[in-house]
């Protein structure tokens, strides 16, 4: 397994997740790692992605100012914190690297984000 994502779950209204992805060290390597989600009944859409040195990260307009990403490279992994999560929110999240900005070469399993109260 390249890509493997976890912290999914149930969460209200305003509350906090952090999901984790943790890489193979080639995958990890390749340039950038990022976070899609596809909510149901939509099309997969971008969330949050950062580059392999940590320091460059980009976010969609939707999730800026509540979701932070972040990356570990000893551990080989990037983490995605979710703050004053929203019913919208709710969707699988899927983690991704690729070469290019935005990183979509590789891809993980999704794992489920539920936003409810």
């Known amino acids: 397994v390249q890509l493997q994502a976890s912290g999914g779950g149930l969460a209200q209204p305003g509350g906090s997740l952090r999901l984790s992805c943790a890489a193979s060290?080639?995958?990890?390597?390749?340039?950038?790692l990022g976070w899609f989600r596809q909510a149901p009944g939509k099309e997969r859409e971008f969330a949050a992605a950062i580059d392999r040195s940590g320091t460059k990260k980009s976010y969609s307009d939707s999730v800026a100012d509540r979701f932070t990403i972040s990356s570990d490279r000893d551990k080989k992994t990037v983490y995605l914190e979710m703050d004053r999560l929203k019913p919208e929110d709710t969707a699988v999240y899927y983690c991704a690297a690729g070469s290019v900005w935005p990183p979509e070469d590789y891809w993980g399993k999704g794992t489920l984000v539920t936003v409810s109260s």
């Open positions: 060290e080639h995958i990890f390597s390749v340039g950038f």
